[in-house]
Every structure is written in structure tokens, then in C-alpha cells.
């Protein structure tokens, strides 16, 4: 079965600096996408970055990067030079059939 | 080019009461998901529709059922409320089926049960 597991419930960061979300996953598809998704306070749900898990290269998208380790089924995002927008609610989720399987989120602050 | 739209954007509804939660999917997507987001929680897949057809069901009881037009807009009724169906309800469209195609979301619809 599908799981996603994010550890950090909450987190913060200093404008313009770096941090780390966590997550781990357990599938038994070799063919399978993650996902990690952004939710302001807004509550639309937008997409941050997408990783395809026969890809060893990791994703990024400006800002943002992943770490995916796919032997130990981790799928880290990075966040650079962190900014104020960024505050949210932040989703890990893994797509390997019709359905999407999401973490528990983790809230991310940033501070001025 | 319209994003995915859903209506109401909150609502109340009693105990023991029906509601129907409504998606507009984007232009030229034909497939649709649910998914119910508890407060403080991840989304929850419900099902997926493909073509008017549901094609794929989380762990959710049948007076969760849904429905897919022609034009690929899709309602989520549910009947018999429970308190526990307070939540925030998610559609997302996609313009496939299958795990290649990105999924667009909804802003969503707050339900409230009292």
C-alpha cells in the first residue's frame, strides 16, 4: 500500500536562507511520480515540483529542488533564499496509479 | 485559459442531510478527482472519473458517489452527513488518464456539518 510520511509538522526559516522539508514514501510500483505541493492559507493547491521515479536526475524549478534518494525512498524539497511568499502548507504526495496518496503536510514560516 | 473552478466556496449543512459539491474542470481536461481534506490533514483521495466514468475509488463509503458530464464538470454528493464529513473537498482535473499527467486543483469547497 501507498504511504507518505512527512515528520516535521511545523517549520520556520529566515528570509533569504535555506531550509529543508522532509518526506518518505513506500510503494511497491517501480513506475511512480512524487509530487510536493504548496498550500497558502488561500487553500488552492499548487504545485511546487514533480519528480518521475525513473529519472535518476533530481528536479528543480527556480528556488526550489528536490533530494531524491530512490533506495531509500526519500523525496526532500529545498527551499533557497526562502522568501515571505513562500509561507504555507507543504504536501509530499506520490502518484503510482489513478489516485494520489498525500502526507500530512508540513507549515512552513517564514520570518522577516 | 480557465483554471478549475468549484462552487459553493463554503457551506453548512445539517446531520443526516444531502449536499452536492460541484467542479468545473479546465478546458480540455477529461478526467476528474475528489479528495477530502480534514482540518489539519492531507487531502484524501475519494474517487476519479474518466470520461463519465468513475475509474478508481479510495477508502470512502458508497453515499460518497459522484458524477461526470459530457462537457468533463463532475458533482461529489454525499449523502447522510456525518459530523465527520466536515471538511475541505478538493476537485482536480487532469487532461489524461494515468500517472503522466499533471493534476490542476480546485480552490475548494468548505462543507460544515452540524
Redesign the interface.
Known amino acids: 500500500a501507498q504511504t ?1 510520511t512527512q515528520s516535521q509538522p511545523e517549520m520556520s526559516v529566515q528570509e533569504a536562507e535555506t531550509v529543508t522539508l522532509s518526506c518518505t514514501y513506500d510503494t511497491s510500483e517501480s ?3 512524487l509530487f510536493w ?1 504548496k498550500q497558502p492559507p ?6 511546487v515540483i ?1 519528480q518521475e521515479a525513473y529519472k535518476q536526475q533530481n528536479a528543480t524549478e527556480n528556488r526550489f529542488s528536490v533530494n531524491f534518494q530512490k533506495a531509500a525512498k526519500s523525496f526532500s524539497l529545498k527551499i533557497s533564499d526562502s522568501q515571505l511568499g513562500d509561507t504555507a502548507m507543504y ?1 509530499c ?1 506520490l ?11 508540513t507549515r512552513l514560516t517564514v520570518k522577516p | 485559459e480557465t483554471g478549475v473552478t468549484q462552487s459553493p466556496t463554503h457551506l453548512i449543512k445539517t446531520r443526516g442531510q444531502q449536499v452536492t459539491l460541484r467542479c468545473s474542470s479546465q478546458s480540455g481536461h477529461n478526467t476528474v478527482s475528489w479528495y477530502q481534506q480534514a482540518l489539519g490533514q492531507g487531502p484524501q483521495f475519494i474517487f476519479q472519473y474518466y470520461r463519465e466514468e468513475e475509474n478508481g475509488r479510495g477508502n470512502f463509503p458508497p453515499r460518497f458517489s459522484g458524477l461526470q458530464f459530457p462537457n468533463y464538470s463532475s458533482e461529489l454528493n454525499v449523502n447522510a452527513l456525518e459530523l465527520d464529513d466536515s471538511a475541505l473537498y478538493l476537485c482536480a482535473s487532469s487532461p489524461g488518464l494515468g500517472t503522466t499527467y499533471e493534476q490542476y486543483f480546485g480552490p475548494g469547497t468548505r462543507l460544515t456539518v452540524t
Open positions: 507518505v513506475n511512480y511520480y505541493y488561500s487553500r488552492q493547491m499548487i504545485l514533480r504536501f504526495a502518484r503510482d496509479n489513478n489516485d494520489m496518496r498525500f502526507g500530512a503536510g
